[in-house]
């Protein structure tokens, strides 16, 4: 019964190649997001959604493409994948009239 | 847009000793700071949170001191044990209208026997 999961948790891949990250909240919330932590731990935020509307779109390459079929889901899709994509993945969501973010459990990317 | 600088980014106690993490940020707006820590491997967890009308919030052994006219933050964490070992994060937003967390750059915290 996790709150909120990802998936697949490791992902190894070629460059070029076009991988996708799915995630899935069970909380109720009606914002989600995703994170990306970098080598050196840095959490930067990605992408938000609320209620399947885009809400924050960071500075992200339009290699990264966000897609919300329901407020429950966000996936993230990536193409043509570069060695700097290489990180941890984090989605997370809220409810827009509270604070407090959860994050799932990550989704380890390594492009080789 | 929010920037929020964490210090130190290596931090090693004794077991039993306090450990003390700061943070500063530069948007007057934002009004929630919340703490999250992060083991090896983990995702990042909440651990306690503050908003700009409270000055000064407690958990246990976990505190968080908020200084809204310096634009600083700080966690307090007391009587300090090896599960304490992790990397911790500062953050903070304006709530509502998205809530983009800006988070500090972290701090390795490791406490030792």
Redesign the interface.
Known sequence: DTAVSQTPKYLVTQMGNDKSIKCEQNLGHDTMYWYKQDSKKFLKIMFSYNNKELIINETVPNRFSPKSPDKAHLNLHINSLELGDSAVYFCASSQRSRDTIYFGEGSWLTVV | GENVEQHPSTLSVQEGDSAVIKCTYSDSASN?F?WYK?ELG?????II?I?SNVGEKKDQRIAVTLNKTAKHFSLHITETQPEDSA?Y?CAA?T?????????G??TQLKVEL
């Open positions: 929630y919340p992060q983990k995702r990042p967890q909440l949170d908003r990397v994060f937003t709530t509502g209208g998205g809530n983009k967390l800006t988070f750059t972290g």
